[in-house]
């Protein structure tokens, strides 16, 4: 399951600049500065100069060959911008690349914002240590928030970088490694600031697009097959958060006494992962892919982190059917909806 990228913007370069900050902040730029560094340092271009180290196995060079086929089909066939983003390669040596914090209040699936000077705001807080990450989701614990810390296993500097190619991601199948790809180099294309979910359902209805393009064109039957099953998966597992956060705001709009409210809160949870259980057994086959997420002590946190990424997806498909699917029209329209206010962006998305 990818809910699992980032945004690091224009701001780590600004530390400088930002010495009216509190110290706090200070510290969170430190370390997003000093992070990003050292995973540009460890960055090797995809050559043959690299393919020949030692530690360059056979099966990570036909990997690393196809990272760059992926990366000239997403300049030829999706119009995305041709420069030396992920046409490099690091290995930093863990399983994630960032660690990021979400928190919604006990009774609200509306995620705390986070908000930098050139990013803006969005609606998580990405760290480079795990530590830092849960210390920072921790204060929110505190404060009576729900959080949800995870894993991140790839990010974008929206063009300010050449962002590499991670070990993190490269060990994924062909098409899902093309799927995390063309979502990162997306958000070089349209980025507004303060509204994540425009930002990452837009990335995230390219990629759909894009990944079905890839396989139509160099998929095996059994590229096709699996391609097809987790896009039945991802839209059953996208429509069940969806129908329950509507349950969710429904349940916190009423007024009721904080115990009453919690006990709902407590049987809605037991009822998504009961509705969860059926779908898996009765539409999936018992596949566990989603296993993992709904094993977890499940909060308002988790249901924000699906919205942040799927909710404007829709909307972002039927842009696209507008336009032919011409990518170069369709990211001129996308282009024009960043740049006005966010309600006004809405109502013309038809969302």
Same mark, same amino acid.
């Given at each position: 399951?990818?809910?699992?990228?980032?945004?690091?913007?224009? @701001?780590?370069?600004?530390?400088?600049?930002?010495?009216?900050?509190?110290?706090?902040?200070?510290? %969170?730029?430190?370390?997003?500065?000093?992070?990003?560094?050292?995973?540009?340092?460890?960055?090797? =271009?995809?050559?043959?100069?690299?393919?020949?180290?030692?530690?360059?196995?056979?099966?990570?060079?036909?990997?690393?060959?196809?990272?760059?086929?992926?990366?000239?089909?997403?300049?030829?066939?999706?119009?995305?911008?041709? &420069?030396? $983003?992920?046409?490099?390669?690091?290995?930093?040596?863990?399983?994630?690349?960032?660690?990021?914090?979400?928190?919604?209040?006990?009774?609200?699936?509306?995620?705390?914002?986070?908000?930098?000077?050139?990013?803006?705001?969005?609606?998580?807080?990405?760290?480079?240590?795990?530590?830092?990450? &849960?210390?920072?989701?921790?204060?929110?614990?505190? *404060?009576?928030?729900?959080?949800?810390?995870? @894993?991140?296993?790839?990010? $974008?500097?929206?063009? !300010?970088?050449?962002?590499?190619?991670?070990?993190t991601v490269i060990s994924h199948s062909e098409v899902e490694l093309a799927r995390i790809? %063309?979502?990162?180099?997306?958000?070089?294309?349209?980025?507004?600031?303060?509204?994540?979910?425009? &930002?990452? $359902?837009? #990335?995230?209805?390219?990629?759909?697009?894009?990944?079905?393009?890839?396989?139509?064109?160099?998929? $095996?039957?059994?590229?096709w097959r699996e391609f097809a099953a987790t896009g039945q998966r991802r839209a059953g597992?996208?429509?069940?958060?969806?129908?329950?956060?509507?349950?969710?705001?429904?349940?916190?709009?009423?007024? #009721? =006494?904080?115990?009453?409210?919690?006990?709902e809160k407590s049987r809605l949870f037991a009822a998504l992962r009961a509705d969860y259980?059926?779908?898996?057994?009765?539409?999936?086959?018992? %596949?566990? @892919?989603?296993?993992? !997420?709904?094993?977890?002590?499940?909060? &308002?946190?988790?249901?924000?982190?699906?919205?942040?990424?799927?909710?404007?997806?829709?909307?972002?498909?039927?842009?696209?059917?507008?336009?032919?699917?011409?990518?170069? *029209?369709?990211?001129?329209?996308?282009?024009?909806?960043? #740049?006005?206010?966010?309600?006004?962006?809405?109502?013309?998305?038809?969302?």
């Amino acid at each position: 399951m990818k809910w699992q990228s980032s945004l690091i913007g224009a @701001g780590i370069v600004a530390i400088a600049m930002i010495a009216v900050a509190g110290c706090g902040t200070m510290q %969170f730029y430190a370390q997003a500065v000093s992070g990003h560094l050292a995973v540009m340092a460890a960055a090797q =271009p995809i050559d043959q100069s690299l393919f020949e180290r030692p530690a360059i196995t056979p099966l990570l060079k036909a990997k690393l060959e196809r990272v760059l086929a992926i990366r000239q089909f997403a300049v030829s066939e999706l119009q995305l911008p041709d &420069n030396g $983003s992920y046409r490099s390669y690091a290995d930093i040596g863990r399983p994630y690349v960032l660690w990021n914090v979400i928190a919604a209040e006990e009774f609200s699936l509306r995620p705390k914002e986070s908000c930098f000077l050139f990013a803006g705001c969005v609606a998580y807080r990405g760290f480079y240590a795990e530590a830092d990450a &849960n210390a920072y989701g921790e204060a929110f614990r505190k *404060a009576g928030l729900d959080v949800f810390v995870y @894993g991140v296993t790839a990010y $974008s500097t929206l063009g !300010w970088f050449n962002d590499p190619v991670l070990n993190t991601v490269i060990s994924h199948s062909e098409v899902e490694l093309a799927r995390i790809i %063309f979502h990162e180099i997306v958000h070089q294309v349209a980025y507004t600031k303060d509204d994540s979910v425009f &930002n990452e $359902s837009f #990335a995230a209805a390219v990629e759909e697009e894009g990944v079905r393009r890839w396989v139509d064109r160099f998929g $095996s039957e059994q590229q096709w097959r699996e391609f097809a099953a987790t896009g039945q998966r991802r839209a059953g597992f996208v429509a069940l958060i969806s129908r329950y956060q509507k349950r969710f705001a429904a349940a916190y709009a009423i007024e #009721a =006494p904080i115990l009453a409210k919690r006990e709902e809160k407590s049987r809605l949870f037991a009822a998504l992962r009961a509705d969860y259980e059926t779908m898996k057994r009765d539409e999936w086959g018992g %596949f566990p @892919g989603y296993d993992r !997420w709904f094993a977890q002590d499940l909060n &308002n946190a988790h249901l924000a982190s699906v919205a942040t990424y799927t909710e404007l997806v829709p909307a972002f498909r039927r842009l696209l059917a507008k336009n032919n699917g011409d990518f170069t *029209a369709f990211y001129r329209e996308v282009k024009g909806l960043a #740049a006005r206010p966010k309600a006004e962006r809405l109502t013309l998305l038809g969302a």
